[in-house]
């Protein structure tokens, strides 16, 4: 069975350009997340979805990041203007059911905003 | 949120058996104590989980002494593969609006 896959693996682009990262869950999970890594700091949580629905986004930064997950299927993050705080790796995980702790992580989209 | 204390790392020989240990004093009631393992440029990979006592499978064991206030994860007979960083989390596994928070986690170092 196939992981969680994350598109592209590595992205560089000039302060004030966007970006979208795409993020496949394994199949049947209903739960996504969201989550990023900036210079030596922390994993943090982004945002969850449920299916299409947005669970918990209290972790986004600022409306300059969006989310979408269409018919509760893969997902998307733009960026968007990208600014150089933005540069880090962005992680997307999914689990089956309520099942929180037990998260599968795709191998992240590395980020570097110049 | 329980906030959980690890070292920042450790050093380990090929075939020895590594003990990493975490703090999490203000655990409530209904947290698990979960394990994540990960590898330079990959994600988090679960490990292990466990509520009390002690949880084995074919990965590693934890140990949860009776007040649950620290936990020891337990790698058996280390190689160079294991070299990763480990991360302790707490948290309630049907709490669907609470995110899974990690720590600085301990990087362990495997040398031959």
């Known amino acids: 069975e196939a992981g969680v896959t994350q598109f592209p693996s590595h992205s560089v682009i000039e302060k004030g350009q966007t970006v979208t990262l795409r993020c496949d869950p394994i199949?049947?999970?209903?739960?996504l997340y969201w989550y990023r890594r900036v210079m030596g700091k922390e994993i943090k949580f982004l945002l969850h979805?449920?299916?299409?629905?947005?669970?918990?986004e209290s972790g986004m930064p600022n409306n300059r990041f969006l989310a979408e997950r269409t018919g509760g299927t893969y997902s998307t993050l733009k960026v968007q203007p990208a600014e150089l705080e933005d540069s880090g790796v962005y992680f997307c995980?999914?689990?089956?059911?309520?099942?929180?702790?037990?998260?599968?992580f795709g191998p992240g989209t590395r980020l570097t905003v110049l | 949120l329980a906030k959980t204390t690890q070292p920042i790392s450790m050093d380990s020989y090929e075939g020895q058996e590594v003990n990493i240990t975490c703090s999490h004093n203000?655990?409530?009631?209904?947290?698990?104590i979960t394990w994540y393992q990960q590898f330079p440029s990959q994600g988090p990979r679960f490990i292990i989980q466990?509520?009390?006592t002690k949880v084995t499978n074919e990965v590693a064991s934890l140990f949860i002494p009776a007040d649950r206030k620290s936990s020891t994860l337990s790698l058996p007979r280390v190689s160079l593969s294991d070299t990763a960083v480990y991360y302790c989390?707490?948290?309630?596994?049907?709490?669907?609006?609470?995110?899974?928070?990690f720590g600085k986690g301990t990087r362990l170092s495997v040398i031959a």
């Open positions: 995980a999914s689990s089956p059911g309520e099942l929180r702790n037990e998260q599968f």
């Open positions: 199949s049947g999970h209903d739960n």
């Open positions: 979805f449920v299916k299409e629905s947005k669970q918990d």
């Open positions: 203000n655990i409530a009631t209904n947290d698990y």
């Open positions: 466990g509520y009390k």
């Open positions: 989390l707490v948290g309630a596994p049907n709490s669907g609006n609470t995110p899974l928070v």
